[in-house]
């Protein structure tokens, strides 16, 4: 099989991260997301702890700044890290699934890549957040737009486009119509047909 | 003349304002608000052709003085001698850089004193503010950082402490000489002052806050730095110094361009070529010498931060003809009433405290035109008016890690390595030097010139 990368971005509470997973058992590849973190602090010592601080969030525009490239904020260099680490993992030919991380983008010039986006209905969003982190109602819906807010600056911040667009995406889809099993089916014939 | 006042104000504050956001890359925004200066300000408001022209300044390179200069003069609108004087040594540091020159620089040095932790720690930040005095900070601190991690990798001590020294040591060399930092070259060829000024005057000031420095910085970080194997160092692992050299006839060739290059500046008062005709020299033996890497080096040259002097500068030029900058200096002038020192310590400490949180450079060629102002009505010497603002900028930028660009390499190179430095532990240390190293030439200046 030729190289196959699949990029899934989300929304909190959509089911991505379990749809990604699944994909990634189907294609038999391995899936990047929290193994950035293990694998950044390996490289460079840091604890995971550390790193998890940073993880996926834009520097303050106020206490940081860039000049050729480098940058002081720790969240940014974070954030070049794992761009690094992808691009990387990319050009050694290696197949693999990467949540989140601006993926679409940073890996756009690579022929093997399939971009995702999963959303969901609020209703369903919240019923699941509420479910798997045993939260009430109200608490589920802060969740989803805190975690949504912090997941959209993040991509603006490293972007040019906005999160979500459909532009940036080869597919969009609401895994509330299908579920998660019959969502991750039709992302699975969709990227069989891609790589026929 | 009150709506071109209004209009210039107001597009120098959203200037500066987007600059800090850096939402829009900073050269786009000087440019862009450089065109609604000279279109807004100087076409529909004052109707001034001459303002216009005055401030682009074209003019100049038609000019002998612009080439070779025997009396001083004073410069208005776009600077070309500081953006030519810039991209000529921007070329000649991407032709050392090629060749290995830094790299090779560092470890010679730290073979010299045979890898020991401490005596590294002091020669790397005394080398750090020599290279500065001659070379941009951010080159120095891109390759004297990452030399300094590796060292404490195979060395194991914690390198944080030392690249924070090797960042402020970086700022204060800069301070030092005409070259060394951009507010410098603007001061310097606005006023009309000769790298050999500088040297006397900012340059023992950044000699002797050197020394008080480096005792600073040992005192602090001595417990820090002191390597599990500093008793023991088998130099064999380490990588030699030949080794950074990709190129010996590039090596050489560069070397003695920058050896020229030195020699140039540090008697162009002598010669009396300018810094302009210094940089375009420089730059025409690099590329020639580079022969068909000179494409290559071209392209590496860093157009964005030229581009975003020239819009500074004409961003700059609409305060300066609509006379709001002649209302700051009356300003600083009756909250000092009069008072030589007060003023002073005005100058340099806002200097230095705006430099802390904001771009130096835009704040320098702002502030040139004020002392400008400000000396010819206050009586006051524009030299000291000069030393006072150089040494502010130049030196209040190491207070944070946004301060100055070589903190912001610094830190991201550390970074980048596994040793992230955040606001709270870079300011610990290098805020307190910052303000013993103001509070010195405070005094000094007060001591020398009054």
Not at chain 2, 98 to 119: E, N, Q, S
Not at chain 2, 241 to 267: H, Q, R, W, Y
Request: aromatic share 10%.
């Amino acid at each position: 099989m030729s190289q196959l990368i699949i990029s899934v971005g989300r929304e909190f509470g959509s089911g991505g991260r379990v749809i990604a997973e699944a994909l990634a058992k189907r294609f038999d590849i391995p899936i990047y997301d929290r193994h950035l973190i293990t694998e950044i602090a390996t490289k460079t010592g840091l604890s995971a702890g550390e790193i998890e601080k940073y993880n996926e969030m834009p520097a303050s525009r106020l206490v940081s700044r860039r000049v050729r490239g480098f940058s002081n904020s720790i969240e940014d260099n974070i954030a070049e890290m794992q761009f690094d680490f992808l691009r990387k993992k990319a050009e050694s030919g290696e197949s693999f699934v990467v949540l989140g991380r601006c993926s679409e983008t940073k890996l756009r010039d690579f022929d093997g890549l399939v971009s995702l986006f999963i959303i969901g209905d609020m209703d369903k969003k919240i019923e699941r957040v509420m479910k798997v982190y045993e939260l009430s109602q109200e608490e589920a819906e802060h969740l989803i737009t805190k975690k949504d807010k912090k997941r959209k600056r993040y991509h603006n911040y490293h972007v040019g486009m906005h999160w979500g667009d459909s532009r940036l995406y080869d597919l969009t889809i609401n895994s509330s119509k299908l579920g998660i099993d019959g969502t991750v089916d039709i992302l699975e014939n969709y990227i069989k047909a891609r790589i026929k | 003349m009150a709506a071109a006042s209004i209009f210039a104000v107001i597009i120098f504050v959203a200037m500066f304002l987007l600059i800090v956001l850096d939402k829009i890359e900073r050269h786009i925004v000087t440019l862009g608000c450089g065109a609604l200066t000279l279109i807004v300000v100087f076409g529909i408001c004052m109707r001034s052709g001459k303002a216009i022209l005055g401030t682009l300044a074209v003019g100049d390179f038609f000019k002998k003085d612009f080439w070779y200069q025997v009396t001083e003069s004073e410069s208005k609108g776009i600077n070309w001698a500081t953006i030519l004087f810039i991209a000529g040594m921007m070329v000649m540091v991407e032709g050392m850089a090629k060749a290995g020159f830094f790299r090779w620089l560092c470890m010679k040095i730290a073979y010299m004193v045979k890898c020991k932790t401490i005596p590294i720690f002091i020669t790397f930040m005394i080398m750090s503010a020599i290279l500065s005095m001659f070379i941009d900070s951010i080159t120095v601190i891109m390759f004297l950082a990452a030399v300094t991690i590796e060292l404490a990798q195979l060395l194991k001590f914690n390198p944080v402490p030392m690249i924070l020294s090797e960042i402020f040591c970086a700022n204060l060399g800069g301070s030092a000489t005409m070259c060394g930092d951009p507010p410098n070259i603007i001061v310097g060829t606005s006023l009309g002052f000769s790298f050999f000024d500088f040297l006397m005057n900012t340059g023992l000031i950044a000699g002797i806050c050197l020394v008080i420095s480096v005792l600073f910085f040992y005192c602090v970080f001595r417990k820090e730095i002191v390597s599990e194997s500093s008793a023991n160092v088998d130099m064999s692992k380490f990588p030699k110094p030949s080794e950074a050299i990709t190129n010996k006839k590039d090596f050489v060739t560069s070397s003695i361009i920058f050896g020229i290059a030195v020699i140039l500046l540090v008697s162009h008062s002598a010669t009396h070529l300018t810094v302009a005709s210094i940089g375009l020299f420089i730059a025409v033996i690099t590329l020639i010498t580079s022969g068909k890497n000179a494409l290559e080096l071209l392209k590496k040259v860093d157009y964005k931060t030229l581009l975003f002097f020239i819009g500074l500068f004409v961003v700059v030029g609409g305060l300066e003809e609509t006379g709001i900058l002649e209302y700051i200096a009356q300003f600083i002038e009756s909250i000092s009433h009069g008072n030589v020192m007060l003023m002073i310590a005005i100058i340099l400490w806002i200097s230095a405290i705006a430099s802390a949180f904001v771009d130096n450079i835009p704040f320098a060629a702002t502030m040139v035109p004020v002392i400008q102002s400000l000396a010819a009505t206050s009586g006051v010497d524009i030299s000291t008016l000069a030393w006072a603002l150089s040494i502010g900028t130049d030196i209040g930028g190491s207070a944070t890690p946004i301060g100055a660009s070589a903190n912001v390499v610094g830190t991201s190179v550390a970074a980048k390595n596994g040793y992230p430095i955040g606001w709270g532990k870079y300011c610990a240390k290098l805020a307190p030097a910052t303000i013993i190293v103001l509070a010195l030439s405070t005094v000094y200046i007060f001591v020398r010139y009054l």
